[in-house]
């Protein structure tokens, strides 16, 4: 409240105003026009042994000079040097200039290890005006201390100093990394009334605002209302487009903005664009786009090399993913995490897992990776070290990785470790609620199954397509028949969820086993085409394992003449004669199949044998 009250814009005289102390410097002599002209060129050691060599009386702008020196090493990224002229600084007294000493600020704020090494120049400044105070608001935003920033934000307004646009931008941005949409609301209302809303720099920031705290139709008005765009505020509007998961809409923004508007886009921008594509799976444009990055030179940023990998790997291209990859000259903890998502999602589990061990860094994401990866290959012994691993770089109570524990100890049999995890989860998501409702119902505890399920649904989270693949697998197990009935109606009724094969599947399975196989067949011709010829199987199934002989036959005959090609169809119905104990009939199926030229596939398990896990055939 006491913010929102500072808020309102009101006119004081600061104390830098009252010194009058602006300075005042004219280029007089030729060597301070080559000195400066090589600090634009960021020529700083030429421009440095100029000054050096020049005779002091003929240098009538030292502050300029040394302003640019410092500009200078801030854009070669040259602490060191400046440093060194910090030093010389301090001993000629120079540092008490105000456009020194914004310089001097504005290379600690960037380049400093230490950002209270930043601190300690700001407090130490013989004048601070609103560019000093905004390079400190603007440092604490950028190094993750948004509140900071704020705080001083408070400090500078009883200070007595107003805010520009380029403050009013620093501490939207911290209203968007806080997540407080309601005091940058505020922030906005003040840019209004302040006359800023054309400000591009300030538009930028408020469509970052509104993007990340689902009030994207609020920062496409700020959007629509600006008379100007530029690439930047194009690049925040396709940035939000892309986060809220429309990634047509940000790909359709993309073309206007190069091929109506003439605008070019940057990094920033052909990270999200790939980011659209990856997650789309339109391999031709992210290809297309690819070209275009290597066409304007943005081969070698990070940013983008890292979304080429992830757009690879989303696409199914883990080969082209892997490759642009290893022609990255700089790598960091997203393109490695890239790839593992990408050898993740193809079924290459055992690449993720050597990959996480080359790894000199291990972020959040990477943990929760490998642990699917872990999953899916039920290696308990490495997710457990994982696991302990994740325990001593100090992590708790993060809902990704916590959820991949509970869905790698369930599918691993561990299911009272699962159950663990999951009771000190402070927070739970959707997919940490299906985790533990699949892992109830595969490990043969269908009413706990159900019982997560109910708990679930009165915590307000409405279920999905895997909560309800996990409710039905579970009364298929359970034998409940007239539940799991009830719950195929409220997924397709209530939540208006198409049934896909595998509630199809637990469905057939549930009054297969119950003997009902006349509503089973039935169910059966309702399903989608493309998934008939997994229901039949389903059904066998329950027919074998309730006993039921007859109706076990009639059904593999069936599945035999719908797959007269597939070999599973013959294995299934020889197997059910031998499960029977007629002989004579599992001998004449095998002799069909060699009649027709029919071979069956070898089956394939993994074995986890100490560290590798190989597989065996």
């Not at 008490?96 to 601190?119: H, I």
């Not at 009724?493 to 549930?510: S, T």
Request: glycine share 8%; charged share 20%; aromatic share 10%.
């Amino acid at each position: 409240m006491l913010m929102k009250h500072k808020l309102i814009p009101k006119r004081h005289c600061t104390s830098s105003l009252s010194l009058n102390v602006k300075p005042v410097h004219k280029i007089q002599s030729p060597q301070e026009y080559q000195i400066l002209s090589f600090c634009k060129s960021r020529s700083f050691s030429e421009a440095l042994r100029l000054l050096n060599c020049s005779d002091p009386k003929q240098i009538s702008a030292k502050p300029l000079l040394y302003a640019s020196l410092l500009q200078t090493s801030t854009k070669i990224q040259s602490f060191l040097h400046g440093r060194q002229i910090q030093s010389h600084l301090i001993k000629s007294g120079l540092v008490t200039d105000r456009l020194v000493g914004n310089s001097l600020l504005n290379l600690y704020c960037k380049l400093a290890p230490n950002f209270d090494e930043a601190r300690k120049v700001y407090d130490e400044l013989f004048v601070k005006d609103v560019i000093a105070w905004t390079s400190m608001i603007t440092g604490y935003v950028q190094v993750g201390k948004p509140r900071r920033a704020l705080a001083l934000f408070s400090d500078m307004l009883d200070y007595g100093m107003e805010a520009n646009a380029f403050t009013l931008s620093a501490v939207i941005k911290a209203c968007s990394d806080l997540g407080d949409l309601k005091l940058g609301s505020c922030f906005h209302g003040v840019v209004f009334r302040q006359g800023f809303d054309p400000n591009c720099v300030i538009a930028s920031s408020l469509i970052d605002l509104y993007g990340k705290n689902d009030c994207l139709k609020d920062g496409q008005r700020v959007f629509d209302e600006l008379p100007e765009a530029d690439a930047i505020c194009w690049t925040s509007v396709i940035s939000a487009l892309t986060r809220n998961d429309l990634f047509e809409e940000a790909l359709g923004l993309s073309y206007l903005m190069q091929r109506r508007f003439r605008l070019f886009p940057d990094s920033f921008t052909y990270g999200s664009v790939l980011t659209a594509c990856g997650n789309l799976g339109v391999l031709k444009q992210g290809k297309e786009v690819h070209a275009k990055v290597i066409t304007t030179g943005h081969c070698g940023n990070i940013v983008v090399e890292s979304c080429l990998v992830d757009m690879y790997g989303k696409c199914g291209k883990v080969e082209e993913s892997q490759r642009v990859f290893d022609r990255m000259h700089k790598k960091n903890a997203v393109s490695w995490c890239a790839l593992l998502g990408g050898y993740c999602q193809s079924g290459d589990f055992q690449s993720v897992i050597k990959l996480f061990g080359l790894m000199e860094e291990h972020d959040l994401y990477s943990f929760g990776t490998v642990l699917r990866a872990c999953a899916g290959l039920t290696a308990i012994e490495q997710g457990k070290e994982v696991h302990c691993h994740y325990l001593r770089k100090g992590g708790w109570r993060h809902v990704i990785i916590e959820s991949a524990l509970v869905d790698l100890y369930a599918k691993s049999g561990c299911i009272d470790y699962a159950q663990r995890v999951f009771a000190q989860m402070p927070v739970k998501n959707l997919i940490t609620w299906n985790s533990m409702i699949c892992g109830f119902a595969q490990n043969g505890r269908g009413c706990e199954a159900i019982d997560a399920y109910d708990r679930m649904v009165e915590e307000g989270i409405k279920p999905d397509y895997i909560s309800f693949v996990g409710v039905l697998f579970a009364c298929s197990h359970a034998g409940l028949v007239d539940q799991g009935q009830q719950y195929f109606t409220l997924m397709t009724q209530k939540y208006g969820i198409k049934p896909g094969a595998e509630h199809f599947n637990c469905m057939v399975d549930l009054l297969g086993r119950a003997g009902l196989i006349e509503e089973a067949e039935s169910l059966i011709e309702k399903a989608d085409s493309r998934d008939v010829s997994m229901l039949w199987p389903a059904l066998l199934g329950s027919c074998t394992t309730s006993r039921n002989f007859t109706a076990a036959e009639h059904v593999a005959k069936k599945m035999i003449e719908l797959e007269p090609d597939d070999h599973l169809s013959y294995v299934h119905i020889a197997n059910l004669y031998k499960e029977f104990g007629c002989w004579n009939d599992a001998f004449r199926i095998r002799k069909v199949m060699e009649d027709r030229g029919i071979r069956k596939m070898p089956g394939r398990s993994w074995v986890e044998a100490k560290d590798p896990i190989i597989s065996v055939l």
